[in-house]
């Protein structure tokens, strides 16, 4: 069992940056991040392999956000810059049992509980 903690939301404005924060209580090997804002599906956002050397973005965050890892602190980031009033949602981080970068939430075995972030205009 792998236990996932997300910190690092809260409110911002419009333009500004977040960066979230993904603790993984054991190994893991693909992450991603997804986010479910109010009356929406949840939906993908960004997913990175174990080594870090691949990551898959949606087109709505692609050139603002960016998602990392560091192994030996089994956490993975995402650095979230330019932010716009549609980023507000609940952001989910979740790990895989394999290492396919998958942009679907069935892809993921373990998620986190969430963190709000709030983009105010």
């Known amino acids: 069992q792998v236990h996932v903690v997300e910190s690092g939301g809260g409110l911002v404005q419009a333009g500004g940056s977040l960066r979230l924060s993904c603790a993984a209580s054991?190994?893991?090997?693909?992450m991603g991040w997804f986010r479910q804002a109010p009356g929406k599906e949840r939906e993908f956002v960004a997913t990175?392999?174990?080594?870090?050397?691949?990551?898959l973005y949606a087109d709505s965050v692609k050139g603002r956000f960016t998602i990392s890892r560091d192994n030996a602190k089994n956490t993975v980031y995402l650095q979230m810059n330019s932010l716009k009033p549609e980023d507000t949602a609940i952001y989910y981080c979740?790990?895989?049992?394999?290492?396919?970068?998958?942009?679907?939430?069935?892809?993921?075995?373990?998620w986190g509980q969430g963190t709000q972030v709030t983009v105010s205009s």
């Open positions: 979740a790990a895989s049992i394999n290492n396919q970068l998958v942009q679907e939430t069935f892809g993921y075995n373990y």
């Open positions: 054991g190994r893991t090997f693909a």
């Open positions: 990175i392999s174990r080594s870090g050397s691949s990551t």
